[in-house]
């Protein structure tokens, strides 16, 4: 017998510059929330609510927790995620970046976001969100889906790929 689970849907955007020394990100120091609290992770992010696109959902979290607008949004891959094991749920994650914006993006949730910091792609802060850090690893590689969390035998415990 199958056993069904919830798919929790989510939208992370990740605003990206180019500088003489490269392409960097804005990242957010996560602090006074249940999840990854102390971690560097997208300055923006959220759950797709009901009835809301990834794309939609996208938009609306960075409004809410940058207050910045008219984003131009690429969506970059898909991430199927899991805990592993007998989950009782598992995590699709949409993936957009944005090289364009209306406002200058600022901490609205000062009691989720410790700090806003402009990072390079090539030395990501520690720590970082695992599963982040994964996508912001396969940016710009040309895929589409990637899966994180099915192979225990993997030591990043991490797989991905086209299927």
Aim: proline share 5%.
């Amino acid at each position: 017998m199958t056993l069904s689970f919830a798919l929790v849907p989510a939208s992370y955007i990740y605003l990206l510059r180019e500088t003489d020394a490269g392409t960097e990100v804005l990242l957010q120091l996560r602090q006074g929330t249940p999840y990854m609290d102390g971690h560097w992770a997208a300055a923006a992010a959220g759950h797709v609510e009901s009835g809301e696109t990834a794309y939609d959902a996208a938009q609306r979290e960075a409004r809410e927790e940058l207050t910045i607008s008219d984003i131009d949004l690429s969506f970059e891959f898909t991430m199927q995620r899991t805990q592993g094991g007998a989950a009782i749920e598992e995590r699709v994650d949409f993936f957009f970046t944005a090289r364009s914006w209306a406002g200058e993006p600022q901490i609205a949730e000062p009691d989720k976001c410790g700090e806003l910091r402009w990072c390079s792609l090539a030395a990501l802060p520690t720590p970082m969100v695992p599963h982040e850090e994964f996508a912001l690893s396969r940016l710009f590689r040309g895929e589409h889906y990637l899966a994180y969390g099915f192979n225990d035998s993997q030591p990043d415990n991490t797989t991905e790929g086209q299927r």
